[in-house]
C-alpha cells in the first residue's frame, strides 16, 4: 500500500533550528515535495526531492534517502512566521498515473 | 500576475443542493486537480485533468464531478450524493511535464 507518517505537532524556539521527518511507502516512486500551509490558506511549494542527498534553499533544506524511505525538512533560525502546517507528499505510481500521496502534516508552532 | 483563483472563498449550502466550486488558471498548465481537505488528513485526490476534454476519477471521486471544456477552467461540482460534503476544497495545476503543482487559495464548503 502507499503510506506517508509525519509528527502531529512539534514546537521551537524563534532562532533555533527544527527537523520535520517524514517517512513513506510507496510503488513507483517519483520524487518528494515538501508543502507549508498556513491556516485557512493554499499550499504553497517549499522543496523537491528525487535523489538521494541534501537540497538547501536559504533557511529550509530537504534530506531524501531512497533506501530508506525517510525525508526530512530542516528549518533554521526558525522566525514566528514559520509557524504553520508542513505537509510531505511523495509521488508515485498508481492507478494507471503518477499522482501524489499527502501525508497528513505536521503543525509547528514557534515561539519567542 | 500568473495564478490559480478560486471562488469563492467560503460557500454554504443545504444539504440535498448541488454546488459548483471555480478554479480558473492563467498558467497555460496542461493539468489540473482537485483535492480535499479534512482536518487531521492529508489533501485525498478527487478527480485530475491532463488535458482539455479529458478528466479521471482520483481516489475520493464519488459525489463529485468535474469538466474540462477550456485549458482555463476546471470547475468541480458537488452533487448531493457526496455523503459528507463540508471541507476545505483545493484546486492545483501543473504543467504536466514538470513535478510541482500549484495550488489555488481553496474555497471553504459548509453543507447544513
Known amino acids: 500500500g502507499q503510506n506517508i507518517d509525519q509528527p502531529t505537532e512539534m514546537t521551537a524556539t524563534e532562532g533555533a533550528i527544527v527537523q520535520i521527518n517524514c517517512t513513506y511507502q510507496t510503488s513507483g516512486f517519483n520524487g518528494l515535495f515538501w508543502y507549508q500551509q498556513h491556516a485557512g490558506e493554499a499550499p504553497t511549494f517549499l522543496s523537491y526531492?528525487?535523489?538521494?542527498g541534501l537540497e538547501e534553499k536559504g533557511r529550509f533544506s530537504s534530506f531524501l534517502s531512497r533506501s530508506k524511505g525517510y525525508s526530512y525538512l530542516l528549518l533554521k533560525e526558525l522566525q514566528m512566521k514559520d509557524s504553520a502546517s508542513y505537509l510531505c507528499?511523495?509521488?508515485?505510481?498508481?492507478?494507471?498515473?503518477?499522482?501524489?500521496?499527502f501525508g497528513a502534516g505536521t503543525r509547528l508552532a514557534v515561539h519567542p | 500576475d500568473g495564478g490559480i483563483t478560486q471562488s469563492p472563498k467560503y460557500l454554504f449550502r443545504k444539504e440535498g443542493q448541488n454546488v459548483t466550486l471555480s478554479c480558473e488558471q492563467n498558467?497555460?498548465?496542461?493539468?489540473m486537480y482537485w483535492y480535499r481537505q479534512d482536518p487531521g488528513q492529508g489533501l485525498r485526490l478527487i478527480y485530475y485533468s491532463q488535458i482539455v476534454n479529458d478528466f479521471q476519477k482520483g481516489d475520493i471521486a464519488e459525489g463529485y464531478s468535474v469538466s474540462r471544456e477550456k485549458k482555463e477552467s476546471f470547475p468541480l461540482t458537488v452533487t448531493s450524493a457526496q455523503k459528507n460534503p463540508t471541507a476545505f476544497y483545493l484546486c492545483a495545476s501543473s504543467t504536466g511535464t514538470g513535478p510541482e503543482q500549484y495550488f489555488g487559495p481553496g474555497t471553504r464548503l459548509t453543507v447544513t
Open positions: 507528499a511523495v509521488r508515485g505510481f498508481s492507478g494507471g498515473y503518477n499522482k501524489l500521496i
Open positions: 498558467l497555460n498548465h496542461d493539468a
Open positions: 526531492n528525487v535523489l538521494d
